[in-house]
């Protein structure tokens, strides 16, 4: 009878308490750290007469495809598929997040490689999207510069690292990214944007921030009624001095303008240089924020965190895959992590 009831009592707990642990865990939340790898080849530098030379790094490498890690923290990563890429699609910078229709939607720096679109349309970027994260469909290479010419009726060179944010307001994505229109994509660049609500058809591209130095890498919170936007400051040389590095603007506008925030580090800055790709999201383990970012000269990545999003302060308990170059982070349920690790392993 002692084992019969054991049994009773045994059935009972799985038959009520497993559908509310089951809803609990999927509840429960795993980060997803979305990247490509590379170590730089050189580090460009200008002379006091404006000149640019570039100075060699040791053992430069590129694989720029993507690349995914999971953390519960914020600070330990651990990368799938032993560091290598989850899908054998060429890009840099790739920006992932879910849209309200519940598909995934990377936007990255990467062209088709077609000369003649790209002298009649000017550069491009890859979006491809994916509905479990571990299938992916390369959609489109987007010509978002394509209606936008400067004084001399020149299109841009460049669209690096392009990001977008669902305007809740409009129920519009507004996509934005950084173009230059010099032979250089860091030189005198600005960050551009368009909306689009069915990724189909895109608004003229605008200037969306532009301040009084040379900005990439850009990338959007809002927290109540307040637009963050972070950013990399690309001045650099003899006459600046060394720039290199992440900056913060604010606005109550998604389509700004933007007040340039000046933070507590190299007159103005926020992370240590030389540092771009940043990206933040919420701290896992306190209220707060992470900044994440890589230190691109010195292969290897750093995380700052912060209680208002302006003031930040470094951590040094932290694990990134090595060669981690301008990751994005999302949020993805329990469930979805057991789905990755099941198709890539660690």
């Known amino acids: 009878m002692k084992h019969l009831h054991k049994l009773v009592i045994c059935f009972f707990l799985q038959s009520f308490l497993a559908p509310l642990i089951s809803s609990a865990q ?3 939340h795993i980060w997803l750290l979305t990247y490509f790898r590379q170590r730089y080849p050189t580090r460009v530098e200008v002379d006091k007469n404006g000149k640019t030379f570039e100075v060699p790094l040791p053992d430069p490498m590129l694989d720029d495809r993507l690349h995914m890690a999971l953390s519960t923290d914020g600070r330990h990563w651990t990368a799938l598929n032993g560091n290598q890429p989850v899908w054998d699609q060429h890009m840099r910078d790739p920006f992932l997040h879910r849209g309200p229709d519940g598909l995934w939607r990377i936007v990255a720096t990467g062209s088709n490689g077609k000369k003649e679109d790209r002298e009649k349309y000017g550069p491009t970027c890859l979006y491809a999207t994916s509905t479990d994260l571990i299938h992916w469909k390369a959609e489109a290479y987007l010509h978002l510069m394509k209606d936008v010419r400067n004084e001399s009726g020149a299109l841009v060179r ?6 977008f944010f669902y305007d809740e307001a409009t129920k519009e994505y507004m996509l934005f990214w950084s173009s ?9 660049s600005r960050l551009w944007y368009c909306k689009t609500k069915d990724w189909k058809t895109f608004t003229k591209a605008r200037v969306l921030f532009n301040p009084p130095y040379s900005v990439i890498d850009g990338t959007l919170k809002k927290d109540k009624n307040t637009y ?14 060394e720039r290199r590095g992440i900056r ?17 580090l190299n007159k103005g800055q926020i992370a240590p240089t030389i540092t771009e790709g940043p990206s933040v999201m919420p701290d896992p383990l ?11 000269m010195a ?7 912060s209680t208002d999003l302006k003031q930040w302060g470094i951590e040094t308990d932290i694990v990134i895959p090595p060669d981690a170059r301008h990751g994005s982070v999302s949020r993805i349920t329990v469930k979805e992590a057991e789905a990755l690790r099941k198709a890539f392993g660690k």
């Not at 460049?158 to 990001?163: F, K, S, T, V």
């Not at 936007?229 to 001095?241: I, S």
């Not at 292969?299 to 965190?305: K, L, Q, T």
């Open 248 to 264: 913060l603007a604010t606005s109550n506008n998604i389509e700004g303008p933007y007040e340039v925030f000046y933070g507590d």
């Open 158 to 163: 460049n669209i690096w690292a392009p990001e």
């Open 299 to 305: 292969d290897r990545y750093g995380i700052s965190s």
């Open 180 to 188: 230059s229109f010099e032979d250089a994509g860091w030189k005198k």
């Open 286 to 296: 306190k209220a707060g924020w992470l900044l994440l970012y890589d230190y691109p």
């Open 26 to 28: 999927e509840k429960e």
């Open 228 to 241: 963050y936007l972070v950013h990399k400051e690309e001045e650099f040389g003899a006459t600046t001095g």
